[in-house]
Nanobody
Framework: QVQLVESGGGSVQAGGSLRLSCAAS????????MAWFRQAPGKEREGVAF????????RYADSVKGRFTISRDRAKNTLYLQMGSLKPEDTAMYYC????????????????WGQGTQVTVSS
């Protein structure tokens, strides 16, 4: 199974940008469906962005469309989430997840998770 490690979180002001990284090891991430999720205190984990195993199909939550971009670097075996025009409501712990089965934003189905990286957006 693949192991995932997120990085790149931090504190930014509203309107700012951050790029999250999810480094995969133990397997080729291109064989996996990958997704970014986030969870704010007291809220359910929600899907933010999704990439199919082939990399051709991308999906975004309505709340982040036009502001966030999911991408990957196959040579580095790393998934990214470029976040722009950040809002205070984007504040959450962000996780990447991977699975060989297509689940899109069904977070309780994914078998492989990173430890998360915190994003805090101040107004």
């Amino acid at each position: 199974q693949v192991q995932l490690v997120e990085s790149g979180g931090g504190s930014v002001q509203a309107g700012g940008s951050l790029r999250l990284s999810c480094a995969a090891s133990g397997d080729d991430m291109s064989a996996y469906y990958m997704a970014w999720f986030r969870q704010a205190p007291g809220k359910e984990r929600e899907g933010v962005a999704f990439m199919s195993a082939g990399g051709l199909a991308l999906r975004y939550a309505d709340s982040v469309k036009g502001r966030f971009t999911i991408s990957r670097d196959r040579a580095k075996n790393t998934l990214y989430l470029q976040m722009g025009s950040l809002k205070p409501e984007d504040t959450a712990m962000y996780y990447c997840a991977a699975d060989r089965i297509y689940y899109e934003f069904l977070h309780n189905k994914y078998k492989n998770w990173g430890q998360g990286t915190q994003v805090t957006v101040s107004s």
